[in-house]
């Protein structure tokens, strides 16, 4: 399996995309509670939502601020799809969740 990150990408963003797929959903609140996230507190709600742009991530029915893995994400894990041929890149400064 190799990932193919693309320059938009943070190195913290697959240990994101591991954990909640590991979890099956979380917050980025409860995500910033714990050891391996604590330095990263402060990125990991704007991190989700450029994650969420790329399609690797969408808000889960309990509302925007819960966390769910897409087919997308899977894949991106499993080495099937490049991050780097996302264009236009996400953003945490653009609103919404996933490019259309």
Do not use: N
């Amino acid at each position: 399996m190799i990932r193919r990150p693309g320059p938009w990408m943070h190195s913290i963003d697959e240990r994101i995309l591991e954990h909640i797929y590991d979890e099956g959903k979380t917050t980025p609140d409860l995500m910033g509670s714990l050891r391996m996230f604590r330095s990263h507190q402060c990125i990991l709600e704007d991190r989700c939502r450029v994650l969420s742009q790329a399609g690797y991530l969408r808000p889960d029915e309990r509302g925007s601020s819960w966390y769910v893995v897409t087919e997308g994400g899977i894949a991106y894990l499993d080495g099937r799809m490049r991050a780097d041929a996302i264009h236009p890149p996400p953003d945490a400064r653009r609103p919404g969740h996933v490019l259309g």
